[in-house]
């Protein structure tokens, strides 16, 4: 079966499902720095399928920026109203990140949106690359645009469950270090949301 045959077949399922930081952490709450409605995002889950099996696409944020500097994460940010929808607002944001053209991916499905602890429900919408494409980094963005083997992703014995004292208190988290990349925190926790939706 295809991962966009499993994911038609089983994201209803999870629809409704609480998914996000507070999973792990459930005396912190699924909103944890939120005053007022949580803030929407999205971020798109590019997988290329080639001969040499599938890949997701991941990018490390650059070291100057305000906020997650430096961290591995997938292309994506804010919905703007003018996005009018979770696709359409990954899909920008993945052109304006790493120049991935719209029309050089297939959308195959929504997993359940993802709250995090600074407040926003992030959509992460998956999306199918028939060939590998030629990107662009956004200097101002993005630092490196990289694959993981999606083989390495989908294996629970990668997914680690690491912590760090946060705010005084200890916050765990999933990561999945893989080659020099550590992949952690909300990116590591939606490869998680994946691979529970769609293999476990």
């Known amino acids: 079966m295809s991962l966009r045959e499993r994911l038609a077949e089983r994201a209803p399922l999870f629809g ?5 930081d507070h999973v792990l952490n459930p005396d912190m709450g699924p909103y944890a720095k939120a005053k007022g409605a949580p803030k929407d995002a999205a971020v798109l889950i590019p997988i290329i399928r080639d001969m040499d099996g599938a890949a997701v696409l991941l ?3 650059t070291a100057h920026l ?14 703007d109203p003018e996005d009018g929808t979770p696709e359409r607002a990954a899909l920008r944001e993945a052109e304006e990140e790493i120049g991935l053209a ?19 429900k992030i959509i992460p919408v998956v999306a199918e690359l028939e060939t590998r ?4 980094a956004n200097p101002n963005e993005v630092a490196d645009i990289f694959e993981v083997p999606l083989s390495f ?16 208190y200890r916050r765990y988290f999933y990561a999945m270090p893989y080659q ?17 939706t769609v293999y476990a």
């Open 133 to 136: 494409p030629r990107l662009k």
């Open 66 to 79: 305000s906020a997650h500097a430096g961290q591995i994460a997938f292309p994506g940010g804010k919905i």
């Open 102 to 120: 719209s029309n050089e991916v297939q959308l195959i499905g929504n997993l359940a949106p993802y709250l995090t602890g600074s407040g926003y």
């Open 180 to 196: 020099e990349r550590y992949i952690w925190g909300v990116t590591a926790g939606i490869i998680r949301s994946l691979y529970d």
């Open 153 to 168: 992703l989908m294996n629970p014995a990668n997914h680690e469950t690491h912590s760090r004292v946060w705010q005084g």
């Open 16 to 20: 409704g499902r609480d998914t996000g």
């Open 59 to 61: 990018t490390q944020r």
